[in-house]
């Protein structure tokens, strides 16, 4: 972990570095190329490589270059350490150690709940109160440790929920009927039901597949809910074609399921995949590519059967065809640089929802909850507030 010290002066942020600056915000560095550091794994042996980064942005490392890596990497047992002839640099959340240490840093509980033999499991910090709860859905192949970024910037006192959909992580694993689209609003309608977080609305949240879900669950259950923020989300038909939706179109030919761009086997698949999801470009060390591939490779049967029913009929626009029945608040984030859900969805939304609310981020590519969590998390939150605000009002001009 990074020392007090060594916060104050660098930061505790790990971020690329280009050739003119910083990856996240393009500014001068510390030094005229940065700092070089040494990636190793701690457990393993060798020279490692080395690759050049900057400390000097002043938030925790829940985003950029470790925040991907949170995405990628569940259930790995491995700790990465970033060192330079000096220091040693833990990589936050990396392993599940290093992912317990921030969750026990940010208050965040794992807990489970069952709805007739089926688990759930989610990470919960604090107590219902007069801001309503948030419960957050994550994208297709991660877990509910990709929010950890948001959460730092979320107050302490707001009551949030960050569940593992149907499949994924510490849920249950069951068949493809749990992950499609409808499936998958109904088994978080049991999670709502059996953690009793209906029992005043709540604001859901929910990214890529996530949102595609979240914005189905708000067309089913308005009751639930006193709004829906959906991040980049799923299952529109967008007006503009992204580079991955282009790319599938070519798989569709080949009929080749093995070679799908967001499940990669291989450390160039590995490194695909993130310049695909990211817009800050960076070089990954070769060794980080294949630890991230090998905790990835005894799952991929199951991300692929997932996906399949992701693109299939049934789910491929469910969202758009649901939208219309969304009657609560809706706001809408999205990366202007997203390739892999073109981010012309965002005004399919807008117009098909009057007083939606969209916010298009600048520099920013689909992993927007890992690129951007402080920005994320204060568009939620004055979203959240103004909602209630209004609700205030219109409570007291009744009266």
């Known amino acids: 972990a990074v020392t007090s010290r060594q916060r104050s002066k660098h930061g505790t942020r790990v971020c690329p570095v280009r050739r003119f600056g910083c990856h996240s915000c393009n500014g001068p ?12 794994h701690h457990h393993g042996s060798g020279r490692g490589e080395h690759v050049r980064y900057c400390w000097r942005h002043s938030c925790d490392p829940h985003s950029g270059f470790c925040g991907i890596f949170s995405a990628v990497a569940c259930g790995s047992h491995q700790s990465v350490l970033l060192h330079d002839s000096t220091q040693t640099y833990y990589m936050p959340y990396y392993n599940d150690q290093g992912k317990e240490y921030w969750r026990r840093r940010l208050g965040l509980q794992v807990d489970y709940t069952e709805h007739e033999g089926y688990r759930f499991c989610y990470t919960h910090r604090g107590r219902p109160g007069s801001k309503p709860s948030i419960l957050m859905l994550h994208g297709f192949s991660t877990h509910k440790d990709m929010w950890l970024g948001v959460v730092k910037f979320l107050p302490t006192n707001m009551h ?12 249950t694993r069951t068949s493809a009927v749990d992950y499609s689209i409808e499936g998958q609003v109904k088994r978080i309608r049991q999670f709502v039901e059996s953690t009793q977080l209906n029992k005043k609305p709540f604001h859901l949240v929910g990214t890529s597949m996530g949102g595609n879900v979240a914005g189905v669950y708000a067309a089913r259950y308005p009751s639930d809910l006193c709004g829906v923020t959906l991040i980049c989300p799923a299952g529109l038909k967008y007006p503009e074609e992204s580079t991955f939706v282009q790319r ?17 086997s291989t450390p160039e698949e590995m490194e695909d995949m993130l310049k695909l999801c990211s817009f800050v470009r960076f070089k990954v060390p070769q060794q980080i590519l294949q630890g991230l591939v090998d905790v990835r490779i005894p799952h991929n049967d199951f991300y692929r059967e997932v996906f399949m029913e992701l693109v299939g009929e049934e789910s491929r626009q469910s969202l758009h065809e649901n939208m219309h029945l969304i009657s609560v608040p809706v706001q809408v984030i999205w990366g202007k640089q997203d390739q892999v859900l073109d981010v012309s969805g965002a005004s399919v939304l807008a117009e098909a929802l009057p007083g939606c609310q969209v916010d298009l981020l600048d520099n920013c590519g689909h992993s927007v909850v890992m690129e951007r969590p402080r920005k994320a998390a204060h568009l939620i939150l004055d979203f959240i507030n103004r909602q209630q605000n209004s609700g205030s009002r219109s409570n007291k001009k009744l009266s």
């Open 248 to 264: 599938l179109r070519d798989l569709e030919k080949t009929q080749d399921v093995h070679s799908i761009p967001l499940i990669p």
């Open 160 to 171: 949030l929920v960050c569940v593992d959909m149907p499949g994924h992580e510490g849920t």
């Open 29 to 40: 560095l510390a030094g005229s190329a940065g700092r070089r550091l040494k990636v190793n």
